[in-house]
């Protein structure tokens, strides 16, 4: 089974700042911003496109679990967009875990990507 592994440290987005905001064009904003990183970081490894697929993301912020599902949704949401998976339904998607780590760095943040077809 192949996997890549992306990795950054400092800037989140939490699902948090996404319903807190009543104006939805700086959602948009934030949605656009995060979507241009993750497409650069999805480039830079070189993701192969796949029919299915397990994520991963590993953490150490001060985020509850549930608020790193705002990462996870504009990955996926990205990596749809870069054609790297065909959709992030449950025909597609086999699972998606969010581990707090805090062997991590602060303000760390690791995505594992896994073919699983």
């Known amino acids: 089974m192949k996997e890549w592994v992306i990795e950054w440290q400092g800037q989140h987005v939490s699902l948090n700042d996404l319903y807190s905001m009543n104006n939805w064009r700086k ?3 934030i949605k656009k911003y995060w979507r241009g990183v993750f497409g650069e970081m999805i480039e830079s490894v070189g993701i192969e496109a796949m029919e299915e697929y397990e994520l991963f993301v590993y953490y150490n912020s001060r985020l509850d679990p549930s608020n790193v599902s705002a990462i996870v949704k ?12 065909i959709d992030d339904s ?5 699972g998606i875990h969010i581990i707090p780590d805090l062997e991590m760095k602060s303000k760390s943040y690791k995505i594992v990507l896994k073919k699983r077809r």
């Not at 449950?90 to 086999?94: Q, S």
């Open 90 to 94: 449950k025909k597609y998607c086999r």
């Open 74 to 85: 504009l990955f996926e949401d990205t990596a749809k967009q870069k054609g790297v998976i």
């Open 27 to 29: 959602r948009h904003q």
